[in-house]
């Protein structure tokens, strides 16, 4: 909005963007693209790096020339995102100082979050908690849920990585109904971080029932991103079970994607339960390869968790038992540097997230955990609690399956009884009692008619369709379109083209069974959507079930 007059600003925000490598000027040609044309670009042209670096350059120097703060905010986090680990807090950095500029709260706090989630993939829990932080401050002035549960879910992580489960599954519970209706991957992962809470304080059971959960919800949601996670975390109850072979074949399977995603925490969790695995199964030897692979990564990352710190413990005891006084020693100086970073981080991060967050209400929470604790102590011999209390988790997750299946089925039921009619925009062109339509009558009458004729000749399925070009195609401009289209179909221009095509597929699906065999993203391009999660997140808003629900559906009924 106001870069230009940010010189030292424009000058480190260019630095950040050329500080690791050849500086890309893109070619003019590259202007007449808009920022959604730009992103498929960006995202389409991962296997040529050069090309790509072209398109990031060209999306920030559109945005920067347009001074459109969030679009320079969305430039970097593409940097960030196609960037190696270090550029990517120092895009983030560039992220939050162009936030500030713009004075609004969900811009910084949303910065600040991406900036802590960024340090947290690094495993710098530190940097973490303080971005959370501010993070949270700016945020609870807003009404944006989406950030607000994002902030409550990557605290929880914090509890979590900090040993405080039963606090983080109050958040994390918290957290599952809004991203099971909003956010398909953040419901995932939200599923996975209860598992593993339920993992840490014994819940095995309960845990695997949500690992099962989680496999099966994303192949609901056509989302496998997650799966291997769900494997990855099932081998480590497996090993509390003492099933040691299937648990090493279940972490095995799962470490090779996991690689992958360069999630070099999990990969070292999968190592360290492997090697507890194999001792369980008395092949020390192979458990010794496995918790030395355990302390390479605490060498390169200097990454380190209570539960991981048991390695350099069984390492010196079986040097112990062989005479190799040397790696003994060895191991011992690991095991003092161990210690010495858990007891920094642990302290540092306890005291700040008690003294700066909790509120109240998680204060009020955290008493009724402890007092519940109390008690579940005192009934930890008795074994019918137990059963009670797992077979009431049981019938919740059931009982909530059930209502959310009678939710969606009533959805659909509604969908298809609904005729072409009643799902069209089309809305009576005169509207009783409004008068604020300042317009002359017949330049909005001849309007409403180009709308109702490109309505008719579905015109609104053309992709890259913007505001801009639907009034110049009507010979008009953007504003007398948009408050046309506001007051005689009631929406915004982008909800509007979104229900119309929508609208059309819906009816389409239900007339013609070789469309039903398209992937979502064979939908989306069906109606001239950008991209499939624009199409999905659409198609969700509009009738508040997902397409391939939809689709489930359409085909159980032509069979029955």
């Known amino acids: 909005m106001l870069i230009h007059r940010f010189f030292i600003f424009s000058l480190l925000t260019g630095c950040c963007v050329t500080a690791y490598g050849t500086q890309y000027k893109p070619p003019d040609s590259l202007k007449k693209f808009d920022y959604n044309s730009l992103s498929d670009k960006i995202e389409n042209s991962k296997n040529n790096k050069d090309l790509q670096k072209l398109y990031l350059q060209a999306f920030l120097d559109r945005a920067k020339s347009e001074k459109n703060i969030e679009e320079i905010i969305n430039g970097y986090k593409n940097y960030m995102y196609y960037s190696d680990d270090k550029p990517s807090v120092i895009y983030a950095d560039s992220m939050v100082d162009a936030s500030l500029k713009s004075k ?225 020693l060895h191991y011992i100086q690991k095991l003092i540097k161990a210690d010495s970073i858990l007891s920094t981080n642990y302290k540092y991060l306890s005291e700040k997230i008690h003294k700066e967050y909790d509120t109240k209400e998680l204060l009020k929470k955290k008493a009724e955990i402890r007092k519940q604790l109390e008690q579940r102590k005192k009934r930890d011999n008795l074994m019918i609690s137990g059963i009670v209390f797992l077979i009431m988790l049981l019938l919740f997750v059931c009982y909530r399956y059930i209502r959310n299946k009678k939710l969606y089925k009533q959805r659909f039921e509604e969908l298809m009884n609904r005729n072409q009619e009643e799902l069209s925009l089309v809305l009576e062109r005169k509207q009783a009692g409004k008068t604020d339509l300042d317009i002359n009558p017949d330049a909005a009458e001849q309007l409403l008619k180009q709308l109702e004729k490109f309505e008719k000749n579905k015109k609104y399925l053309e992709s890259d369709l913007t505001l801009v070009k639907l009034a110049a195609s009507f010979n008009s401009n953007t504003k007398y379109l948009s408050k046309i289209i506001f007051y005689y179909r009631g929406k915004k221009f982008a909800e509007y083209i979104n229900d119309l095509k929508i609208d059309h597929i819906i009816e389409v699906l239900k007339n013609d069974r070789r469309i039903r065999n398209y992937t979502n993203k064979g939908l989306a391009e069906e109606v001239g959507f950008s991209s499939t999660q624009r199409f999905t997140n659409a198609f969700v808003s509009r009738t508040g079930i997902s397409p391939t629900y939809f689709i489930e559906e359409l085909r159980k009924a032509e069979n029955d």
């Open 104 to 328: 609004d709260n969900s811009l910084i706090g949303s910065a600040y979050l991406t900036k802590g989630i960024v340090h947290y993939s690094l495993k710098e829990h530190k940097q973490a908690l303080d971005h959370y932080l501010i993070d949270n401050e700016y945020i609870s002035k807003t009404n944006d849920n989406y950030l607000k549960y994002k902030t409550k879910y990557n605290l929880a992580h914090i509890k979590y990585y900090l040993g405080i489960y039963d606090e983080a599954i109050v958040l994390f519970e918290a957290c599952i109904d809004y991203f099971k209706a909003n956010n398909p991957r953040g419901y995932l992962n939200t599923l996975h971080s209860l598992a593993l809470c339920h993992n840490r304080i014994g819940n095995f059971g309960y845990s695997s029932e949500l690992n099962a959960l989680g496999v099966a919800e994303g192949k609901r949601l056509s989302d496998g991103s997650m799966e291997h996670y769900f494997i990855h975390l099932e081998g480590i109850n497996h090993y509390f079970r003492d099933n040691y072979a299937l648990a090493i074949e279940k972490i095995n399977h799962s470490l090779q994607a996991i690689r992958e995603n360069n999630d070099f925490a999990n990969e070292t969790v999968g190592y360290f339960y492997i090697g507890k695995s194999y001792l369980g199964l008395k092949q020390t030897e192979k458990a010794m390869v496995y918790f030395k692979k355990v302390e390479q990564v605490f060498d390169e990352k200097n990454y380190i968790r209570p539960d991981l710190r048991e390695s350099f413990e069984l390492l010196i005891k079986h040097y112990d038992a062989k005479g190799n006084l040397n790696l003994k």
